[in-house]
Every structure is written in C-alpha cells, then in structure tokens.
C-alpha cells in the first residue's frame, strides 16, 4: 500500500500476488488491504439486475451516484492479462468496486444479442462471505440507477479543507486541500 500523491489522497494496493489487480480507495475510507488479498481465489457469487444499456450508452452515472450514496465504493485497476476467470469487470481502465471488509464486490456487464439489438446487463460479481447479499445489492442499486438514469446528473461541490461538516451539502470526500461533495437531485437528503 502506497499513498499516490498527498494531494490526492488515494491509497492503492495489490489484491492479487501477482499485483495485477489492484485495489484504488480513499484515505478516508476503511478498507483493510490484508483482508482482501487473495479474494478473488474465493468461490464467485454473480447476480444480474435485468437493466441494459446499448452499445453508446454509459454506465458512469452509476458509479457517481453510488459514490455519493455508499462510503464502500471504491476502484479496481485490473491488468489486460488477467484472465476473465478471475476478474471480469466491465471494460475500461478503472472499475467501479465495493468493499465491506473481507468481501469484494465489483460491477460487470454481460453481452444479450438478439435478432436486431445487441444490448450490455449489467450485473455484479463478488467474492469473500458477504459476496451474495453484497452482489444482491449492488443490483438493486443499479435497477434503481436504471429507470431516469439519464435525467438526474450529479453536482460537485468544493469547499475549503476546514469546511465543517454542518455546512456541507452531503458526506465529504476528503482531500489535503479540500472536501468534495457530490450530490443528485433524486437523492433525498
């Protein structure tokens, strides 16, 4: 586990021993690197939520959504040689993840191709003990995404480092310099 930058804030460390995943969370979240090493060796627990997007269409507002709402969210960095057996995030450098202690949870996608459409579901796999009611609602938070997902943006709010907690719009991410505050407005406070 390194510090990244102390301007930013962020913490990384392997959770494979080859260090080709790699777990990306913030200074100001508990996350216990040691309990999740060798997590993904754990029996899979996968879970699909029934929403699907076309090929152009993003699944980003999600992960700012839940990043407002849930303090486990955090970032998987997976190498292109890690076989889909033993990390199958949705594609792209950076995966969305959850961390309850020693339980993993992250965000996939599976291809539906019917006569005319291709279409992507997104879904959850986890592994560690809480993994099938941590996969369970991460789907639930994704049919809840789902309905007006293009309707409700996110906002950022900066504020100086000494901001109290009492005058922000919501939970703080804490960096050196300041607090983010992010927010939506189909969240109700």
């Known amino acids: 586990m390194h510090l990244l930058g102390e301007h930013e804030g962020e913490l990384d460390g392997p959770i494979t021993p080859d260090g080709l995943v790699t777990l990306h969370w913030d200074r100001d979240q508990a996350v216990a690197l040691a309990a999740l090493r060798g997590v993904l060796d754990q029996p899979r ?42 990390c199958d995030p949705v594609p792209g450098w950076w995966r969305m993840a959850l961390v309850d202690g020693d339980t993993l949870v992250y965000l996939t996608s599976r291809r539906l191709e019917t006569s005319d459409e291709v279409r992507w579901e997104l879904g959850a796999i986890g592994h560690g003990p809480a993994a099938a009611e941590l996969t369970e609602y991460l789907c639930d938070e ?48």
């Open 45 to 86: 627990v996968t879970a699909w939520s029934g929403t699907t997007l076309a090929s152009n269409e993003s699944h980003d507002g999600l992960w700012l959504r839940l990043t407002v709402t849930d303090q486990r969210v955090c970032r998987l960095k997976v190498h292109a040689d890690v076989p889909p057996e033993v």
């Open 142 to 189: 994704i049919r809840s995404w789902a309905p007006e997902r293009d309707q409700h943006k996110p906002t950022l709010t900066v504020y100086p480092a000494h901001t109290p907690d009492s005058e922000l719009a919501g939970p703080a991410i804490d960096k050196t310099h300041s607090r983010f505050v992010l927010t939506y407005d189909d969240l109700a406070r």
